[in-house]
C-alpha cells in the first residue's frame, strides 16, 4: 500500500491529476513515489474508493470547491470517433476547473496530459479557462 504525507517538503509539489484512468492513476502513482502529494479527481465512485483503499487523496468534482494544489493535470478520456476528436469530456473537466479558479489568489500550473490533437492547448484550453475564471494565461495561470 502506498502512503505519503500530507504535506510534502519544499521541493515538492502538491498535484491534482484530474482523471483517474489508467493514464491518470500512472501519472499520480508515479509522481507520488517521489514524495509529491497528490489529489486524484474523478466522477467514477468506484475508483475514488479505490484510491482512498491505497492511501490517497480522491474526490469527486462535486468535493472539490476549492483549488489547494500548486498544479492540476488533466489525464482525461479524449476518444476519436469517426476519425473526429472527442473534446467533451475535457470540456467539462476544464470548465468545472476554471470555475474553481475565479477564486483561486495564486498562480496555477496547468497541464494537458490527456492525448490532444495539436494546439489544442493554446486554441482549447487556454481560452476556455479565461473564459470561465476570468483570469488571464501567463499572468495568473
Given at each position: 500500500m502506498?502512503?505519503?504525507?500530507?504535506?510534502?517538503?519544499?521541493?515538492h509539489?502538491?498535484?491534482t491529476?484530474?482523471?483517474?484512468?489508467f493514464v491518470g492513476?500512472?501519472?499520480?502513482k508515479g509522481?507520488?513515489?517521489?514524495?509529491?502529494?497528490?489529489t486524484f479527481?474523478?466522477v467514477?465512485?468506484d475508483?475514488?474508493?479505490a484510491?482512498?483503499?491505497?492511501?490517497?487523496?480522491?474526490l469527486?468534482?462535486?468535493?472539490?470547491?476549492?483549488?489547494?494544489?500548486?498544479?492540476?493535470?488533466?489525464?482525461?478520456p479524449?476518444?476519436?470517433i469517426?476519425a473526429?476528436?472527442?473534446?467533451?469530456?475535457?470540456?467539462?473537466a476544464?470548465?468545472?476547473?476554471?470555475?474553481?479558479?475565479?477564486g483561486?489568489n495564486?498562480y496555477?500550473?496547468?497541464?494537458?496530459?490527456?492525448t490532444?490533437?495539436?494546439?489544442?492547448t493554446?486554441?482549447?484550453?487556454?481560452?476556455l479557462?479565461?473564459e470561465?475564471s476570468?483570469?488571464?494565461a501567463?499572468r495568473?495561470?
Amino acid at each position: 500500500m502506498l502512503r505519503q504525507s500530507r504535506t510534502p517538503p519544499e521541493d515538492h509539489m502538491n498535484i491534482t491529476v484530474v482523471g483517474s484512468g489508467f493514464v491518470g492513476q500512472a501519472t499520480g502513482k508515479g509522481l507520488a513515489k517521489h514524495g509529491n502529494k497528490i489529489t486524484f479527481l474523478d466522477v467514477d465512485r468506484d475508483r475514488l474508493a479505490a484510491l482512498r483503499q491505497e492511501g490517497f487523496r480522491a474526490l469527486h468534482p462535486t468535493e472539490a470547491t476549492t483549488i489547494d494544489t500548486d498544479v492540476t493535470m488533466f489525464c482525461v478520456p479524449t476518444p476519436t470517433i469517426g476519425a473526429k476528436f472527442q473534446a467533451d469530456i475535457l470540456r467539462q473537466a476544464v470548465e468545472e476547473f476554471a470555475w474553481r479558479l475565479r477564486g483561486h489568489n495564486r498562480y496555477h500550473v496547468i497541464v494537458v496530459r490527456s492525448t490532444v490533437p495539436p494546439k489544442t492547448t493554446r486554441d482549447f484550453v487556454l481560452p476556455l479557462i479565461e473564459e470561465v475564471s476570468g483570469k488571464k494565461a501567463g499572468r495568473d495561470f
